[in-house]
């Protein structure tokens, strides 16, 4: 019934004034016109895209004119020749043609293909300059500068091959590199050359790009810059509901290594969120807690600017996340405070290995948050826990938080203590003899830190279940694996003494 | 734009007409009115959510009026006080203050944190008294009075240390059960203490609450009351939509032990409730077969009031929803006839243990239903499944499920003989001799039935599909377990008898 | 816009006090009008549910009237009877009475239970012509007529028992097998007699069906048809929205043998169904690009027609899958070119075996496509891709997946080499001297392909991302199930040779 009537004034409203649904489209520049005149037949998905986004509607002048916190643009200036039209095709494919290798002659104009955060920056320099300063900005290198990350990368995308009782791995490929780990992290994006197609507009001259096509939020672009805006506000549409909704972020965070998606939509926010998603507004600038929304997606905890309902600021917005986190609970080996530098190659744990932890558990401190900053980003954090929560609420569950991050890295140190004594016993080959993630016994090692470790503090940080975090890749799991491990010693030793 | 002009109109109809949605909020107490002017600055969430629900537009006189099967409040009288007034703050809060024991004066009333079903039963007696019969109201006791569970639960929770070639397990903590099983079976909140908080209204005095937060099913509450009403009416909206909504089962039925949500999701019924669900009524009481939805949720099944387009029931509402089961089929070790009473650990199987079957496969007859009482369940969940399948389909269904009980209870038997010759090989150590779920091989044993067996017959029930119950911790993968244990067993057996 | 079109009709209807949503009702026959009188007690939600149906709106006689790419009723002549009448219970139930063997007499009618793709051929024969041809239609005979598929099915399906040391398996039963496999491959529905049962409406006859019910893509009917159109047009709404809808692929491919549904669901065009699927039109036919979908579902890369915005063709509708497919991902064991002929039984591999490839990787390449054929095959799918994406980025997409199918085959090939060491040193007993399925090195043979290189292979193929296809059943697994192949050799290898 209620839908009924919704619908029905909603109808008449669109039947009455005509005026679209998205509004009156911005003026379009003549460059952007003559873009739109072939590619609205040739990649008519991408132009209707860009017709259904804002930033065919509002012009930066315009959005220059927005104050307080309903402004979107954050650049100070904007340069005249984009002020008063629409933020089309020409806008940012022609910005900056000097900075891009990727830059070619296309009917009379210097087109570049991948646009980069230092183009979007042009308009959006706070949220540019807050996201090079987030460590997934430096994704592609935390992951390809690292040697050991280089390591267990190689034993897992290298291909395997047999021969005298061993197995060995051929090194990966660009290709399987850039279709699995730089997916996510991001490519670097090159210019390998020119071709020449023939195309229903005659023949046309193009740049080959290598480690293209890639949206990976650490890309390395043709200009130089690290990051892809269009890793979560999709092209062309560009759209923030699409970025708040967690389905976004599903994209790089749903395996069992960062499993932040499942555990969400197994919890109770993301029960109210799959629950009632269709009455809430997820365009509003700022974003009022309660009204817009009535539990938080992913962008809520972890970027938003999110309001109460009287104005008040609930959190900034930010694209720095870590400004709201304390613990980083999925890195190499155990849980630890956030590194301080987003680079995070620069760190050296005490055994001289680029790591925030080591072996043993000890953490390489003097690159990671201190307890104070620690505590600030957790409180930062609870700010918008407490829109809802009381502080009991918010501390009881933190609590368990701190406790299942000291529970978990004892339960690691436990299965590592056993895979060291089968280095000692020569049964595998650890550190210094070989790499510590290829044998099998390894790799049953990696899966209780990788997988089941992690699950589990990702179940306890969002709230995300007791069975979720038991038996969906979690406590059950961590337990059985080390127990494995045990038995796997157990049939090494045994082998060593057989029974009469 | 699109979804402001929606919900500017939208707001405006609400406005202007009063025809609302929702309705006009209805009188409020001035206990809860001194509530809000507070919370609504601190905790706008909250009252954001509480004002989107009946509670703040129905007073419990009106709710009363309603007669037949239209009538929501079940209580056949309600207190004086409470009649005339929205359901607010404090009508909860300051219900029953001395039952409670974190009752705290707070700014001149005596409040309570946890609403509980005793709270809730002065309008909704019924429903309480039936949930208080529902194996889920006996989710904390049913694990934490049963001694085998207990060996189970600390070989899961428990930390492992490794020391002397062996696995021992310290026993878990409060924060870690809280944070894992009891997260849904429920924790029992106590108050520990009072302490001052410096609030941005002074200086206040809280009670310090032990297992907080909790919305588990079997809580036990400060009142001594069990169960969570908010486990599935989410706080503070208490929406039927949501609850009737298998998003809210998903909280606890997600794992591979009970994968009912996933199981759900791939079937016809899920699909066609992932597909049409915008075009379906959520809220109508009572919910009418074809009308208002399509396909069954997991509330048609197991709990809702529902009635034919001609106003026909189809199945009347309980919330003790083994009145719909027969089979319990994710029990220990062996799918089995549902218990008799929702206190399980009054059960004691051949072996005197408290588990409705014996590691034979023989089940504890005297505390389950008989036959006669598993037909009349079963007849009362087909009555559901006729509203839109003819007799055929319908007993096809119900034939195969109990085909597929009894051919994955041969399955776990088998798996158990393996144990069992383990165990008098003494190549682990069984009952009698050691936990029967710690070695790896038992542990292999046990992802026979708790993980493997369960998620078949899940599947079979809900006719989740053939793809999901062989190849997604289905068939494929029991039959590879069984075949891992003996295979286990044959390499032990090799130790044993080396070869020249 | 047509969202807006479609909203404002449906707005006025019901404003205007039209009560049905769909429109007004087409005529009904006198023989669905008598079904109806009682149905619409006794099964009101397949009542209902036809309501909403197109099917329940529009004749025949109107569907022939429509012209060009927004015709739906693809056959040229329909008999007269059905002409001018909606397309109701009669209408598809008593059809062809004598051609179906579950035809019974009912209440004076004719009446069978199953209605066949060659009942709904009287309308849609393009449609039904084209799936004849579509390897899906063949899914029952393709898995039971096959010997290997055989075997394998009963070491999964087949009750293991233990004995004397060994596992061995007892066959299935059809039961077992209607409930897995065959849920999906399709069951023979067969009739095996007549029973009366007393109804609401007196003692009536009913034809005794086995293999009953059945929705899977390769039934074989009680008329001797394969197929059945309800697997994705669920009953008896026969909705096209549905079917166009990622759910109701779902069904059959969600498990990590075939994971087309997870994998989409992780990518960017699912995160973008998922957040935006509210603001699409799903009915339209022709569909069109950007204005009513803004990113592919399953239906719009496999089987729709779709369109551009202007009404160029971008794809024709085909019910024959593999028109859009060059490669088959997920056949035993290696991916290979998809094969000529639905019916796979007539294949014949080097070995002279019934299967697509050899243990060696090596096709039989004379029953499945050329490089020319494939090579047509993918530019009938890029079509779509290029509606939105430009060539270099199609090209990169393309050159990826064929890199990753060849070096996904590499790890195989290289599990395989194992297990064939395992056969040669009588650890396992390979082909000839028993089952390749059943031992537990070769289950864990089984998934590294089954499994693992499945999943890497539809992630590549469907940009389903990196985190999914590394960690999420993917690469991570696949070199770890190889080190742990290569792990139990060593451990057979050391049986042999014990320490001193």
Not at 148 to 166: V, W
Not at 390 to 401: A, C, E, K, N, P
Request: glycine share 8%; hydrophobic share 35%; aromatic share 8%.
């Amino acid at each position: 019934m209620q839908i009924r009537v919704f619908f029905a004034v909603w109808a008449l409203v669109l039947i009455a004034g005509g005026s679209t649904v998205q509004g009156s489209e911005a003026p379009i520049s003549d460059a952007t016109a003559e873009c739109l005149g072939c590619h609205e037949i040739f990649h008519p998905g991408i132009v209707e895209d860009w017709h259904s986004a804002r930033h065919s509607v509002v012009t930066p002048g315009e959005a220059m004119t927005v104050e307080g916190l309903e402004r979107k643009l954050s650049a100070d200036e904007v340069p005249d020749n984009l002020r008063e039209v629409a933020v089309g095709c020409a806008e940012c494919h022609t910005l900056r043609p000097e900075a891009h290798a990727d830059t070619f002659e296309h009917n009379g104009y210097d087109v570049h293909v991948v646009v980069s955060p230092d183009d979007c920056k042009t308009c959006h320099a706070v949220e540019r300059k807050q996201y090079s300063e987030n460590i997934m900005a430096h994704a592609y290198g935390n992951l390809a500068r690292n040697t050991l990350y280089q390591d267990l990368q190689e034993k897992i995308l290298g291909t395997p091959r047999y021969g005298e009782g061993a197995i060995h791995y051929e090194p990966s490929d660009a290709r399987t590199r850039a279709d699995a780990c730089y997916y996510c992290h991001g490519t670097v994006v090159g210019v390998e050359g020119t071709e020449t197609r023939s195309t229903d507009a005659g023949d046309l001259d193009f740049p080959v790009l290598s480690g293209w096509p890639n949206q990976g939020v650490g890309r390395i672009n043709p200009d130089g810059s690290a990051g892809s805006c269009s890793a979560c506000h999709t092209r062309h549409a560009f759209s923030i509901e699409m970025a708040r909704k967690p389905h976004t972020c599903k994209e790089c965070h749903v395996g069992p290594d960062v499993p932040a998606y499942k555990v969400y939509s197994a919890s109770k926010h993301g029960n109210i969120y799959s629950a009632m998603r269709e009455k809430w507004d997820f365009t509003p600038v700022p974003w009022t807690v309660g009204t817009d929304f009535t539990a938080p997606t992913c962008a809520v905890c972890h970027i938003s600017l999110t309001v109460t309902p009287d104005g008040t600021v609930v959190n900034e917005r930010s694209h720095r996340m870590t400004d709201r986190l304390g613990w980083r609970i999925f890195g190499l080996i155990y849980a630890h405070p956030e590194p301080k530098s987003p680079d995070t190659t620069v760190i050296r744990n005490a055994d001289g290995l680029p790591l925030p932890t080591d072996f043993g558990g000890g953490t390489a401190s003097a690159f990671l948050l201190n307890e104070e900053q620690m505590a600030a980003h957790r409180d930062t954090m609870q700010s918008t826990c407490r829109a809802c929560h009381d502080t009991s609420w918010v501390q009881g569950h933190f609590q368990r938080l701190d406790n299942t991050i000291a529970r978990s890295n004892e339960s690691v140190k436990t299965a590592t203590e056993i895979l060291q004594k089968a280095w000692e016993q020569g049964w595998a080959e650890g550190p210094g003899k070989g790499s510590p993630f290829d044998e099998a016994v390894e790799r049953k090692w990696m899966d209780a830190w990788l997988l089941y470790a992690n699950n589990i503090r990702f179940v306890s940080a969002m709230a995300g279940g007791g069975d979720y975090g038991v038996f969906e890749d979690g406590r059950y799991h961590l337990a059985a694996a080390i127990a494995g491990l045990h038995d796997w010693m157990q049939t090494r030793e045994f082998l060593k003494t057989p029974s009469p």
